[in-house]
């Protein structure tokens, strides 16, 4: 980077830590440090919700998704809308009528400890680990800028995560977080106007997008079915957006504390549901902006020459090793590849406003055959890096579009589009982080200390506890380096793996009255966790065909279902629980 992109970068995020030291003043108690006191307006819950979400993860690995995968990702987020009402007519009521400080506790009032103790935990568990590879995500940009060692890079931007968490608690986040979403988006604006005015003059916006549709790139809605079989395995398409993503949505927004905090803070009930609400409007078109992002620098690298490999770091070790002569080789056959996809798809803008349908077609078929011959060739460059001798990151999904940023962008932008990442993780990890924390004191210290501690020894306890959980995501974050295809599915998986049993146990909650028996609960949801994990594994082994969206609802029918048996095999002794 140039010294105008440092100082715009320095700038930038000085500019948003100022503001919000300046606008965190709190009182020292847990009210103001996790819930800003329960005085925010619903713009800045909505904006605190989508901050909270959209993290570096977003804008860092969804265009390379859509490059990779095309754009079908965005259909697992369209059961989100529809969770967003029912969150709003059955879960914020409760957790406001019990002015409670974590969701968990409406699990006592209605069950018993244990019960919350067990779904408070599950929480712990897969919230850390996902902000651990969350935490990663911005690693990967220093460690690309600056050629650091890549575990460095964690302890450093983990260190300063750490800080910005303990500078204002929640109500520091909200008000960063609305500063941090203008700047994400105007960013991600400019970035996707540079992908179009970069493209040859002959080439427009609407050709870009034929080119990127005829190779794949804008299957936006795809229905899961394969020659009259659905493909359970499949991640992608519009009923496992539908079920499993409205699963998944309903367990992150209305059980995850990380999501449950930002609306907490709401000063009323109805502030509460507005947020929510608009979150449910505004993140799918949200979404599908930035997904087409990817789309369009796929046809960007068709007529500007792409790395074989978009991890320089792993490429850089691949030059150094006994594959050299081969990688030498393979770049001189994609380079003749790219050169021809070039000329062909020259052609195809040229034919597009043409009735010459037939050399169209033709083109377009060679274009797709020249295509598979250089994804081929970079199966090939993986291999090698996967090898034994090197052992390395063989993904390079998370590295497209900023490899982009830093190859194409002019001086200036290109600080301004790294602040944005930096700003996106600060945002969505302060958060999380947050969350464990306040789940921590509240669900388990606070419940098991015999001592009562005053409002301000409580609150240093919030600051020790935050910074335990900072630590412990740095650590998961050294292991995040083959997190799976990209970051952004990784983090849905790990949720995957927990929000389903957590989600049943609330639904158990709200709407299954009858049962009544904390033990049944508690057991019905460690056996559907361990079924989860089974059914995982065996997903993960190929032994069973099935994607990762559908062990949410597994998930919830599990609990639902070993709760009811248990249930009848123990006595009733719970106390009933009135909404």
């Known amino acids: 980077m140039s010294i105008l992109d440092w100082l715009v970068l320095a700038v930038i995020l000085t500019l948003v830590i100022a503001y919000g030291v300046y606008k965190s003043r709190i009182t020292h108690n847990l009210e103001g440090f996790f819930l800003s006191n329960r005085s925010m307006p619903w713009g800045l819950v909505l904006l605190s919700i989508m901050g909270t979400q959209a993290s570096a993860i977003t804008f860092l690995s969804a265009p390379g998704q859509a490059y990779t995968d095309g754009m079908r990702f965005v259909q697992y987020y369209f059961g989100l809308p529809l969770a967003m009402i029912v969150i709003c007519i059955f879960f914020v009521p409760v957790f406001r009528k019990l002015k409670v400080y974590t969701a968990y506790e409406f699990l006592e009032v209605r069950f018993d400890n244990k019960t919350r103790a067990l779904t408070s935990f599950l929480f712990l568990l897969q919230r850390g680990l996902s902000t651990g590879v969350s935490i990663f995500a911005p690693s990967i940009i220093l460690s690309s800028l600056l050629g650091w060692n890549i575990y460095y890079t964690n302890l450093f931007m983990g260190g300063l995560l750490i800080i910005y968490t303990l500078s204002g608690g929640a109500k520091a986040v909200a008000y960063t977080q609305q500063l941090q979403l203008f700047i994400i988006l105007s960013a991600m604006f400019v970035a996707a106007v540079i992908v179009v005015q ?346 069973i065909q099935l994607g990762f969206l559908w062990l949410n609802p597994i998930g919830v029918a599990g609990v639902i279902l070993f709760s009811s048996l248990f249930q009848a095999a123990f006595k009733k002794t719970n106390r009933q629980y009135v909404a």
């Open 198 to 543: 970069k493209l040859p003059g002959r080439v427009s916006f609407t050709d870009a997008l034929y080119i990127s549709g005829k190779l794949g790139k804008l299957n936006v809605i795809t229905t899961g079915f394969e020659n009259g079989k659905f493909i359970w395995k499949d991640q992608y398409n519009l009923i496992s957006g539908l079920i499993g993503g409205f699963f998944l949505a309903l367990s992150y927004f209305g059980t995850d504390q990380s999501q449950v905090g930002r609306y907490l803070t709401a000063r009323s009930l109805t502030q509460s549901r507005m947020g929510l609400l608009m979150n449910g409007f505004v993140k799918v078109p949200m979404q599908f902006g930035i997904l087409l992002i990817g789309a369009l620098l796929f046809t960007f690298y068709i007529f500007y020459d792409a790395p074989i490999f978009f991890n320089q770091v792993q490429l850089k070790k691949l030059q150094q090793s006994s594959y050299r002569d081969s990688l030498q080789i393979a770049r001189q056959h994609y380079q003749a590849i790219q050169n021809e996809k070039k000329a062909v798809a020259a052609g195809i803008s040229a034919l597009l406003h043409t009735k010459a349908d037939a050399k169209k077609n033709e083109a377009i078929d060679k274009l797709k055959y020249l295509q598979l011959q250089s994804d081929s060739l970079r199966k090939k460059v993986k291999d090698w890096i996967r090898s034994s001798e090197i052992r390395g990151d063989d993904n390079d999904t998370n590295y497209i579009f900023l490899r982009f940023v830093l190859d194409h962008l002019p001086e200036g932008l290109v600080g301004l589009l790294i602040a944005v990442i930096f700003l996106a993780s600060w945002g969505s990890i302060a958060a999380a982080i947050n969350s464990l924390a306040s789940s921590s004191v509240v669900d388990f210290h606070k419940r098991y200390a015999s001592q009562k501690k005053s409002d301000e020894k409580e609150f240093r306890l919030s600051r020790l506890y935050t910074l335990g959980w900072g630590v412990f995501c740095i650590i998961v974050a050294m292991f995040a380096y083959n997190a799976g295809n990209s970051l952004i599915e990784a983090v849905n998986v790990l949720g995957s793996l927990f929000y389903g049993v957590i989600l049943g146990v609330f639904v158990v909650a709200l709407f299954f009255r009858r049962i009544q028996n904390g033990h049944a609960v508690f057991w019905g949801a460690l056996v559907a966790e361990l079924l989860v994990l089974v059914i995982f594994f065996l997903s993960r082994q190929e032994k």
